[in-house]
C-alpha cells in the first residue's frame, strides 16, 4: 500500500491540548488513512467506503483544503496507475463533495495540468488515460465555475435549466457549444478505456479491467445530464433560428448520440457495470430538431445507484488511548499491574469498561438492523428482477415493432421516391405548359396586330365600296346603256383597287396587271365611244327625249369628271408601280452581284472542304494503320509465348479459356461491323480502331491462355491446342497486314480469325471436367432448399439450445450454474446473429437474381451462374452444418461428457462458413447495395458473437477445472530427481504428439483444399494426379512472377473488366 510522505507540518504541529484539536487530529489521521488506502498503485478498483470517506470529509470542513494538502504529497510522477485513482477520486469529489471544493480545486489547475501533460507524453497505458482523464477533470472545472447555477453533479431541474440559458439566443448558441465540449471529453475518455480492453466478457471480472471500467460509472451519470440538457437547448435554439443556421450544431449532436449510444450499449453488455449501476438506453434514433412536437416525445434517460450492503470495514481504534495526558511512573505501575491481574477486590469498572459495553451493544443492534436491511434489499431485488424480466419481453416486443415498422418505413420511402418522380414530372409538365402559354400569348398578340390590319383594310375597302355605290347611284338614273357603264366603271375601279393592294404585296405582278388595265380601259372606252355614237343616234331619231339629254349631257359631265378622277388616281398607281420597278430592278443588280461573290466564296469553301476531307481521311487510315501495326505486335508477342520456355511454368484452367475465347468471338462480330461502318464512311474510323483495339487484345490473351492450358492437358489434345493457338495467331497477322494496306482494305474478310476461334472454343469444352454440367437445372431449387434448410437448422438449434438451458437450470446450481447460463445464452445469441445473418444473405440473394436474370428466368440464371450458385450452396450447407455441431459441443459441455475445446472449434468454424456465405454473396452483388452494407455488418456481428462464446467457453473452464497445488516438501532429493525426469520424459512425448498433430492437421487442410477446389479446376486435378501430366513442370510451385493456377472463371459469372477470380475459404 502506498504511503502519504510528506504530511504538512500544519497536521504533526497538532497536539491533543484541546478537545477540538483533538477531534481535528483524528479527522485528519481519518481522511489520510482513506485517501492512501484510496489512492495507491495497486492495480484494483478505488473501493467506495474509502471514497465516501473522502467526500463525508469535504462537506465536515466544508471544503477540500485537508484532501488537497495530502494529495499534493503523493508521489503522482511515479506511478501512472497512482495517478488514474487520483483523476478518479478527484472525479467522485468533485461531483458529491462540498460545493468549495470547485474553488479549491481552481486553486491546483497547474498541477492537475502538469500530471496530464506528463504522462501524455510517456508512452504507458495508464498514461495516455490519465491525460485524457485531466483534460476532462479541467473542463469540468471550467465549465461549473463559468456557469455556477449548474452542480458539479450536473442534476438541476428545467426550470434552472431555463433560468441558465436565458433569452438571449446568443448565450443558448454558447452554452449550447459549451455541453458539446463538455460531452466530447466525456465520450473521448470512454473511447480510450474501450479501446485498451479485450471485448470478452471476463474482463470485466478482472482487477485490472474493473480498475479502468471504475471511473466510467461517473462519465456514465454526467453523460446521461448532459444529453438531457443539449437536447432542451437544441430545441429551444431551432425554435429561435433558421434550421439552416444550425445544420453544425445538428451534425455534432447526431455523431455524439451515436457515440454515446454505442456507449451505453456496451457498457451494459459488461457484468460488472450490472450490479453498479443502471445504465439508460437511448432510442433508436436521434430526435427530430425539425418537428417542434418531438420534444414531447423525448424521454430523460435516468441513471439510477442501487444501494449497496455496507462492506466489511477494516477494525479501527473507537476509543483513542494514546491520545491521554501523560501521569507519572506510579500510575504506568498500576496500569501494567491491573492489565496483568485484573482490578483489585473487585473493583467497579472504569468508564472505558462501560463504554466499550455499550459500544459492543450498540453493534449488536446495527447487526440486527443490517440483517433485516438485507432482508429487504434482497427482496427489493427479487422485486426488480421481476421488473427486468417484465422490461425484457416488452423490449423484445419493441424490438418486433421495430422490425415491421423498418419494413414499413421501406415500402414509404419507395412510395415517396415515386410520388417524388412524378413531382418532377409534374413540375416539368408545368414547365412546357408555361412555355405553351407564354407562345401563345406571343401568338395571340401577333394575331391581335393582324386583326387591327385586317379591320383597317377592310374600313378603307368598305369606304371605297360606299364611293362606288354612290356613283351607282348617279348612274342608275340614265338608260339601260348607261347601267352598262356604270358597271363598267365599278369594275374598274375594284381592278384599281385591287391593283393597289396587290402593289404592296407583290412587286413583281404590278407592272402585268397595269397593262392588263389598260386594255381593258382602252376596251371600255370603245364601248364608251360606241355608247355615245348610240345616244347621237337616239337624239337624231327622238327628239322628245332632248331635255333627258340635257340632264345625260349634265350627268356625262359628272361621269366624264370622275373618270378623269379615276384617270389621274391611275396615273399615280403608275409612278408608284415605276418608281417600284426601279427599286426592284436595283435591288436585283446588287443581288446578283451579292450572289456571285457568294458563289466565289462557295467554290473556295468546296475546295477547302475536300481538301480538309482528303486529309481526314488520310488521318483516319494513318490511326488505323498505326492501330493495326500495334495490334500485329500485340498478337506476334502471344505467338512467340507458345515458344517461349519460361511459359512453360504458366498454368490456366479450361473454364478461363473457354471465357476468353468467346469474348474474342464478340469480338471478331464486333471487328466485323466496324469495318462496314468503315467502308460506309471513311472519315470514322473510331469503331473499327475500337474494335480492332479489343480484337486484338482478347485474341492475345485467348493464344495466351490456350498455351498455358495445353500445359495441364494430355498430349495429343494439348497438340492440337497449340497448332489451333498458332493458326488462330497467323491469321489474325493475315488480317492486321490486310487492314495496314488501303488497297486490300476493302476486301478484308475478318471471318477468318473465326474458324481457329471456334476450334480453341471446342477444344476448351472438351477439356472441362463433365462434372460442371451435372443437374444446373436443379441448381436453383437447392439453392432455396438449401437456404430453408440452413434456417431450420438455425431454428432447431436455438430450441435445442433453450431446452438445455433449461435442463441445466434445474440439474446444476452454483458456479456450473452460471457457466452453463453464460456459455448458452452466448451460443444463443450467435445463432440469432447468424439467423439474421441467413435473412439477409437470402435477401441480397433475391436483389442479385431480380437485377442480373434480366429477361431470363430464375432457373436460367441459377444455370446460367451455376459456379457462383454451387459456391453459395456449398456456404449454406457449411452455416447449417457448423450451427448442428456448435449445438452438439454445447450439449456435451453442459452434461459434461464433452470438451470445451469442441465449443472454441465450433465457434470458428462457423466465423469462417459465414466469411465464406459473405464472400459468395458479395462476388456479384453491388457495392453500394443496402442489403450487402447490411449483410457485411450481419458478418462482423457473428464473429463478435462467435468470440464471446469463445470467451465465455475459457472464463467457464478455468472456474470449473480443479487446479491441485503442487506441494512437494515430503520428497527427497532422489525422489524429486525421478519426478522431474519422468516429467521431462512426458514433456518430450506430448511434444512429438503436438508436433504429428500438427503436421496432420496440415495435411487435413491441404487436402481440404483440394477437394474443395477439384470440383472447379481441372489444373487441380492434374496437379492431384501426376500421371496425366504430359510434363513434370506442371507440379512445381509457380514463382510470384508467373501467373498463378487458380479457380476458373465464368464469363457470367464476374464482370468483365473487375479482374475477380473465385477462391475457395479454407481456414488454417
Given at each position: 500500500m502506498n504511503s502519504i510522505k510528506n504530511v504538512p507540518a500544519r497536521v504533526l504541529s497538532r497536539r491533543p491540548g484541546h478537545s477540538l484539536e483533538a477531534e481535528r487530529e483524528q479527522f485528519d489521521k481519518t481522511q489520510a488513512i482513506s485517501i492512501s488506502k484510496a489512492i495507491n498503485t495497486q492495480e484494483a478498483p478505488v473501493k467506495e467506503k474509502h471514497a465516501r470517506r473522502i467526500i463525508l470529509g469535504t462537506h465536515h470542513e466544508k471544503g477540500a483544503f485537508t484532501f488537497w494538502s495530502y494529495a499534493i504529497g503523493l508521489p503522482l510522477p511515479s506511478s501512472s496507475i497512482l495517478s488514474w485513482k487520483f483523476c478518479h477520486v478527484l472525479h467522485k469529489v468533485l461531483r458529491d463533495?462540498?460545493?468549495?471544493?470547485?474553488?479549491?480545486?481552481?486553486?491546483?489547475?497547474?498541477?492537475i495540468r502538469e500530471i496530464g501533460d506528463l504522462w501524455g507524453h510517456l508512452h504507458d497505458r495508464y498514461g495516455q488515460l490519465v491525460n485524457v482523464y485531466t483534460k476532462l477533470l479541467l473542463t469540468k472545472i471550467s465549465f461549473h465555475l463559468k456557469h455556477p447555477q449548474f452542480p458539479a453533479g450536473l442534476e438541476v431541474t428545467d426550470e434552472v435549466l431555463e433560468k441558465a440559458a436565458g433569452t438571449d439566443v446568443n448565450n443558448i448558441f454558447q452554452l449550447t457549444v459549451e455541453m458539446f465540449d463538455y460531452m466530447d471529453c466525456e465520450l473521448k475518455l470512454s473511447e480510450s478505456v474501450f479501446r485498451q480492453l479485450n471485448t470478452a466478457i471476463a474482463v470485466s471480472q478482472m482487477s485490472s479491467g474493473q480498475c479502468r471500467l471504475a471511473p466510467l460509472i461517473q462519465v456514465i451519470q454526467d453523460c446521461s445530464h448532459l444529453y438531457h440538457y443539449t437536447v432542451k437547448l437544441l430545441f429551444k435554439l431551432?425554435?429561435?433560428?433558421?434550421?439552416?443556421?444550425?445544420?453544425?450544431?445538428?451534425?455534432?449532436?447526431?455523431?455524439q448520440f451515436h457515440s454515446?449510444?454505442?456507449?451505453?450499449?456496451?457498457?451494459?453488455?459488461m457484468l460488472y457495470f450490472k450490479r453498479l449501476i443502471q445504465i439508460p438506453r437511448l432510442p433508436e434514433g436521434p430526435p427530430n430538431f425539425l418537428r417542434a412536437s418531438a420534444l414531447a416525445e423525448h424521454i430523460k434517460p435516468v441513471v439510477v445507484i442501487p444501494e449497496e450492503a455496507p462492506e466489511d470495514e477494516e477494525p479501527e481504534n473507537l476509543i483513542e488511548i494514546s491520545t491521554g495526558p501523560p501521569a507519572g511512573e506510579p500510575v504506568v505501575v498500576a496500569d501494567l499491574f491491573d492489565q496483568t491481574f485484573g482490578p483489585p477486590n473487585g473493583s467497579v469498572k472504569d468508564d472505558r469498561d462501560l463504554q466499550i459495553e455499550s459500544l459492543k451493544r450498540e453493534v449488536e443492534m446495527l447487526r440486527s438492523e443490517l440483517e433485516k436491511i438485507k432482508l429487504e434489499a434482497q427482496r427489493y431485488i427479487s422485486q426488480l428482477k421481476s421488473q427486468v424480466n417484465a422490461l425484457e419481453g416488452e423490449l423484445e416486443e419493441q424490438r418486433k415493432q421495430k422490425q415491421k415498422a423498418l419494413v414499413d418505413n421501406e415500402q414509404l420511402r419507395h412510395e415517396l421516391a415515386q410520388l417524388r418522380a412524378a413531382q418532377l414530372e409534374g413540375e416539368r409538365s408545368q414547365g412546357l405548359r408555361e412555355e405553351a402559354e407564354r407562345k401563345a400569348s406571343a401568338t395571340e398578340a401577333r394575331y391581335n396586330k393582324l386583326k387591327e390590319k385586317h379591320s383597317e383594310l377592310v374600313h378603307v375597302h368598305a369606304e371605297l365600296l360606299r364611293k362606288n355605290a354612290d356613283t351607282a347611284k348617279q348612274l342608275t338614273v340614265t338608260q339601260q346603256s348607261q347601267e352598262e357603264v356604270a358597271r363598267v366603271k365599278e369594275q374598274l375601279a375594284f381592278q384599281v383597287e385591287q391593283v393597289k393592294r396587290e402593289s404592296e404585296?407583290?412587286?413583281?405582278e404590278q407592272s402585268d396587271q397595269l397593262e392588263k388595265l389598260k386594255r381593258e380601259l382602252e376596251a371600255k372606252a370603245g364601248e364608251l365611244a360606241r355608247v355615245q355614237e348610240a345616244l347621237s343616234r337616239t337624239e337624231q331619231s327622238k327628239s322628245e327625249l332632248s331635255s333627258r339629254l340635257d340632264t345625260l349631257s349634265a350627268e356625262k359631265d359628272a361621269l366624264s369628271g370622275a373618270v378623269r378622277q379615276r384617270?389621274?388616281?391611275?396615273?399615280?398607281?403608275q409612278s408608284l408601280v415605276r418608281e417600284t420597278e426601279a427599286a426592284l430592278s436595283r435591288e436585283q443588280q446588287r443581288s446578283s452581284q451579292e450572289q456571285g461573290e457568294l458563289q466565289g466564296r462557295l467554290a473556295e469553301r468546296e475546295s477547302q472542304e475536300q481538301g480538309l476531307r482528303q486529309r481526314l481521311l488520310d488521318e483516319q487510315f494513318a490511326v488505323l494503320r498505326g492501330a493495326a501495326a500495334e495490334a500485329a505486335g500485340i498478337l506476334q508477342d502471344a505467338v512467340s509465348k507458345l515458344d517461349d520456355p519460361l511459359h512453360l511454368r504458366c498454368t490456366s484452367s479450361p473454364d478461363y479459356l473457354v471465357s476468353r475465347a468467346q469474348e474474342a468471338l464478340d469480338a471478331v462480330s464486333a471487328l466485323e461491323e466496324g469495318h462496314a461502318q468503315y467502308l460506309t464512311s471513311l472519315a470514322d474510323a473510331s469503331a473499327l480502331v475500337a474494335a480492332l483495339t479489343r480484337f486484338s487484345h482478347l485474341a492475345a490473351d485467348t493464344i495466351i491462355n490456350g498455351g498455358a492450358t495445353s500445359h495441364l492437358a494430355p498430349t495429343d489434345p494439348a497438340d492440337r491446342?497449340?497448332?489451333?493457338?498458332?493458326?488462330?495467331?497467323?491469321?489474325?497477322?493475315e488480317l492486321m497486314g490486310q487492314l495496314q494496306d488501303?488497297?486490300?482494305?476493302?476486301?478484308?474478310?475478318?471471318?477468318?480469325?473465326?474458324?481457329p476461334l471456334q476450334g480453341i472454343l471446342q477444344l476448351g469444352q472438351e477439356l472441362k471436367p463433365q462434372s460442371l454440367d451435372v443437374r444446373q437445372e436443379e441448381l436453383g431449387a437447392m439453392v432455396d432448399k438449401e437456404m430453408a434448410a440452413t434456417s431450420a437448422a438455425i431454428e432447431d438449434a436455438v430450441r435445442r439450445i433453450e431446452d438445455m438451458m433449461n435442463q441445466a437450470r434445474h440439474a446444476s446450481s452454483g458456479v456450473k450454474l452460471e457457466v452453463n447460463e453464460r456459455i448458452l445464452n452466448s451460443c444463443t445469441d450467435l445463432?440469432?446473429?447468424?439467423?439474421?445473418?441467413?435473412?439477409?444473405?437470402?435477401?441480397l440473394q433475391k436483389e442479385i437474381v431480380e437485377s442480373g436474370r434480366g429477361a431470363a428466368t430464375q432457373q436460367e440464371f441459377y444455370a446460367k451462374n451455376s459456379r457462383w450458385t454451387e459456391g453459395l450452396i456449398s456456404a449454406s450447407k457449411a452455416v447449417g452444418w457448423g450451427a448442428t455441431q456448435l449445438v452438439e459441443a454445447a450439449d456435451k459441455v453442459v452434461l459434461h461428457t464433452g470438451k470445451y475445446e469442441e465449443l472454441i472449434v465450433c465457434s470458428h468454424e462457423i466465423a469462417a462458413s459465414t466469411a465464406q456465405l459473405v464472400a459468395a454473396s458479395k462476388v456479384k452483388a453491388n457495392k453500394h447495395s443496402p442489403h450487402l452494407s447490411r449483410l457485411q455488418e450481419c458478418s462482423r456481428t457473428v464473429n463478435e458473437r462467435a468470440a464471446n462464446v469463445v470467451a465465455s467457453t475459457k472464463s467457464g473452464q478455468e472456474q470449473i477445472e480443479d487446479r491441485d497445488t503442487m506441494d512437494f516438501s515430503g520428497l527427497s532429493l532422489i525422489k524429486l530427481k525421478k519426478q522431474e525426469m519422468e516429467t521431462q520424459v512426458r514433456v518430450l512425448e506430448l511434444e512429438k504428439t503436438l508436433e504429428a498433430e500438427r503436421m496432420r492437421l496440415g495435411e487435413l487442410r491441404k487436402q481440404h483444399y483440394v477437394l474443395a477446389g477439384a470440383s472447379g479446376s481441372p489444373g487441380e486435378e492434374a496437379a492431384i494426379r501426376p500421371s496425366t501430366a504430359p510434363r513434370s513442370v506442371t507440379t512445381k510451385k509457380p514463382p510470384l512472377a508467373q501467373k498463378p493456377s487458380m479457380a476458373p472463371r465464368q464469363d457470367h459469372q464476374l464482370d468483365k473488366k473487375d479482374g475477380i477470380y473465385p477462391a475457395q475459404l479454407v481456414n488454417y
Amino acid at each position: 500500500m502506498n504511503s502519504i510522505k510528506n504530511v504538512p507540518a500544519r497536521v504533526l504541529s497538532r497536539r491533543p491540548g484541546h478537545s477540538l484539536e483533538a477531534e481535528r487530529e483524528q479527522f485528519d489521521k481519518t481522511q489520510a488513512i482513506s485517501i492512501s488506502k484510496a489512492i495507491n498503485t495497486q492495480e484494483a478498483p478505488v473501493k467506495e467506503k474509502h471514497a465516501r470517506r473522502i467526500i463525508l470529509g469535504t462537506h465536515h470542513e466544508k471544503g477540500a483544503f485537508t484532501f488537497w494538502s495530502y494529495a499534493i504529497g503523493l508521489p503522482l510522477p511515479s506511478s501512472s496507475i497512482l495517478s488514474w485513482k487520483f483523476c478518479h477520486v478527484l472525479h467522485k469529489v468533485l461531483r458529491d463533495g462540498h460545493p468549495n471544493v470547485l474553488h479549491d480545486c481552481q486553486r491546483y489547475r497547474s498541477n492537475i495540468r502538469e500530471i496530464g501533460d506528463l504522462w501524455g507524453h510517456l508512452h504507458d497505458r495508464y498514461g495516455q488515460l490519465v491525460n485524457v482523464y485531466t483534460k476532462l477533470l479541467l473542463t469540468k472545472i471550467s465549465f461549473h465555475l463559468k456557469h455556477p447555477q449548474f452542480p458539479a453533479g450536473l442534476e438541476v431541474t428545467d426550470e434552472v435549466l431555463e433560468k441558465a440559458a436565458g433569452t438571449d439566443v446568443n448565450n443558448i448558441f454558447q452554452l449550447t457549444v459549451e455541453m458539446f465540449d463538455y460531452m466530447d471529453c466525456e465520450l473521448k475518455l470512454s473511447e480510450s478505456v474501450f479501446r485498451q480492453l479485450n471485448t470478452a466478457i471476463a474482463v470485466s471480472q478482472m482487477s485490472s479491467g474493473q480498475c479502468r471500467l471504475a471511473p466510467l460509472i461517473q462519465v456514465i451519470q454526467d453523460c446521461s445530464h448532459l444529453y438531457h440538457y443539449t437536447v432542451k437547448l437544441l430545441f429551444k435554439l431551432h425554435s429561435c433560428l433558421p434550421a439552416d443556421t444550425l445544420q453544425g450544431h445538428r451534425d455534432r449532436f447526431h455523431e455524439q448520440f451515436h457515440s454515446l449510444r454505442n456507449f451505453f450499449r456496451r457498457a451494459s453488455d459488461m457484468l460488472y457495470f450490472k450490479r453498479l449501476i443502471q445504465i439508460p438506453r437511448l432510442p433508436e434514433g436521434p430526435p427530430n430538431f425539425l418537428r417542434a412536437s418531438a420534444l414531447a416525445e423525448h424521454i430523460k434517460p435516468v441513471v439510477v445507484i442501487p444501494e449497496e450492503a455496507p462492506e466489511d470495514e477494516e477494525p479501527e481504534n473507537l476509543i483513542e488511548i494514546s491520545t491521554g495526558p501523560p501521569a507519572g511512573e506510579p500510575v504506568v505501575v498500576a496500569d501494567l499491574f491491573d492489565q496483568t491481574f485484573g482490578p483489585p477486590n473487585g473493583s467497579v469498572k472504569d468508564d472505558r469498561d462501560l463504554q466499550i459495553e455499550s459500544l459492543k451493544r450498540e453493534v449488536e443492534m446495527l447487526r440486527s438492523e443490517l440483517e433485516k436491511i438485507k432482508l429487504e434489499a434482497q427482496r427489493y431485488i427479487s422485486q426488480l428482477k421481476s421488473q427486468v424480466n417484465a422490461l425484457e419481453g416488452e423490449l423484445e416486443e419493441q424490438r418486433k415493432q421495430k422490425q415491421k415498422a423498418l419494413v414499413d418505413n421501406e415500402q414509404l420511402r419507395h412510395e415517396l421516391a415515386q410520388l417524388r418522380a412524378a413531382q418532377l414530372e409534374g413540375e416539368r409538365s408545368q414547365g412546357l405548359r408555361e412555355e405553351a402559354e407564354r407562345k401563345a400569348s406571343a401568338t395571340e398578340a401577333r394575331y391581335n396586330k393582324l386583326k387591327e390590319k385586317h379591320s383597317e383594310l377592310v374600313h378603307v375597302h368598305a369606304e371605297l365600296l360606299r364611293k362606288n355605290a354612290d356613283t351607282a347611284k348617279q348612274l342608275t338614273v340614265t338608260q339601260q346603256s348607261q347601267e352598262e357603264v356604270a358597271r363598267v366603271k365599278e369594275q374598274l375601279a375594284f381592278q384599281v383597287e385591287q391593283v393597289k393592294r396587290e402593289s404592296e404585296l407583290k412587286l413583281e405582278e404590278q407592272s402585268d396587271q397595269l397593262e392588263k388595265l389598260k386594255r381593258e380601259l382602252e376596251a371600255k372606252a370603245g364601248e364608251l365611244a360606241r355608247v355615245q355614237e348610240a345616244l347621237s343616234r337616239t337624239e337624231q331619231s327622238k327628239s322628245e327625249l332632248s331635255s333627258r339629254l340635257d340632264t345625260l349631257s349634265a350627268e356625262k359631265d359628272a361621269l366624264s369628271g370622275a373618270v378623269r378622277q379615276r384617270e389621274a388616281d391611275l396615273l399615280a398607281a403608275q409612278s408608284l408601280v415605276r418608281e417600284t420597278e426601279a427599286a426592284l430592278s436595283r435591288e436585283q443588280q446588287r443581288s446578283s452581284q451579292e450572289q456571285g461573290e457568294l458563289q466565289g466564296r462557295l467554290a473556295e469553301r468546296e475546295s477547302q472542304e475536300q481538301g480538309l476531307r482528303q486529309r481526314l481521311l488520310d488521318e483516319q487510315f494513318a490511326v488505323l494503320r498505326g492501330a493495326a501495326a500495334e495490334a500485329a505486335g500485340i498478337l506476334q508477342d502471344a505467338v512467340s509465348k507458345l515458344d517461349d520456355p519460361l511459359h512453360l511454368r504458366c498454368t490456366s484452367s479450361p473454364d478461363y479459356l473457354v471465357s476468353r475465347a468467346q469474348e474474342a468471338l464478340d469480338a471478331v462480330s464486333a471487328l466485323e461491323e466496324g469495318h462496314a461502318q468503315y467502308l460506309t464512311s471513311l472519315a470514322d474510323a473510331s469503331a473499327l480502331v475500337a474494335a480492332l483495339t479489343r480484337f486484338s487484345h482478347l485474341a492475345a490473351d485467348t493464344i495466351i491462355n490456350g498455351g498455358a492450358t495445353s500445359h495441364l492437358a494430355p498430349t495429343d489434345p494439348a497438340d492440337r491446342l497449340i497448332d489451333t493457338c498458332r493458326e488462330c495467331g497467323a491469321r489474325a497477322l493475315e488480317l492486321m497486314g490486310q487492314l495496314q494496306d488501303q488497297q486490300a482494305l476493302r476486301h478484308v474478310q475478318a471471318s477468318l480469325v473465326r474458324t481457329p476461334l471456334q476450334g480453341i472454343l471446342q477444344l476448351g469444352q472438351e477439356l472441362k471436367p463433365q462434372s460442371l454440367d451435372v443437374r444446373q437445372e436443379e441448381l436453383g431449387a437447392m439453392v432455396d432448399k438449401e437456404m430453408a434448410a440452413t434456417s431450420a437448422a438455425i431454428e432447431d438449434a436455438v430450441r435445442r439450445i433453450e431446452d438445455m438451458m433449461n435442463q441445466a437450470r434445474h440439474a446444476s446450481s452454483g458456479v456450473k450454474l452460471e457457466v452453463n447460463e453464460r456459455i448458452l445464452n452466448s451460443c444463443t445469441d450467435l445463432m440469432k446473429a447468424i439467423r439474421l445473418l441467413v435473412t439477409t444473405s437470402t435477401s441480397l440473394q433475391k436483389e442479385i437474381v431480380e437485377s442480373g436474370r434480366g429477361a431470363a428466368t430464375q432457373q436460367e440464371f441459377y444455370a446460367k451462374n451455376s459456379r457462383w450458385t454451387e459456391g453459395l450452396i456449398s456456404a449454406s450447407k457449411a452455416v447449417g452444418w457448423g450451427a448442428t455441431q456448435l449445438v452438439e459441443a454445447a450439449d456435451k459441455v453442459v452434461l459434461h461428457t464433452g470438451k470445451y475445446e469442441e465449443l472454441i472449434v465450433c465457434s470458428h468454424e462457423i466465423a469462417a462458413s459465414t466469411a465464406q456465405l459473405v464472400a459468395a454473396s458479395k462476388v456479384k452483388a453491388n457495392k453500394h447495395s443496402p442489403h450487402l452494407s447490411r449483410l457485411q455488418e450481419c458478418s462482423r456481428t457473428v464473429n463478435e458473437r462467435a468470440a464471446n462464446v469463445v470467451a465465455s467457453t475459457k472464463s467457464g473452464q478455468e472456474q470449473i477445472e480443479d487446479r491441485d497445488t503442487m506441494d512437494f516438501s515430503g520428497l527427497s532429493l532422489i525422489k524429486l530427481k525421478k519426478q522431474e525426469m519422468e516429467t521431462q520424459v512426458r514433456v518430450l512425448e506430448l511434444e512429438k504428439t503436438l508436433e504429428a498433430e500438427r503436421m496432420r492437421l496440415g495435411e487435413l487442410r491441404k487436402q481440404h483444399y483440394v477437394l474443395a477446389g477439384a470440383s472447379g479446376s481441372p489444373g487441380e486435378e492434374a496437379a492431384i494426379r501426376p500421371s496425366t501430366a504430359p510434363r513434370s513442370v506442371t507440379t512445381k510451385k509457380p514463382p510470384l512472377a508467373q501467373k498463378p493456377s487458380m479457380a476458373p472463371r465464368q464469363d457470367h459469372q464476374l464482370d468483365k473488366k473487375d479482374g475477380i477470380y473465385p477462391a475457395q475459404l479454407v481456414n488454417y
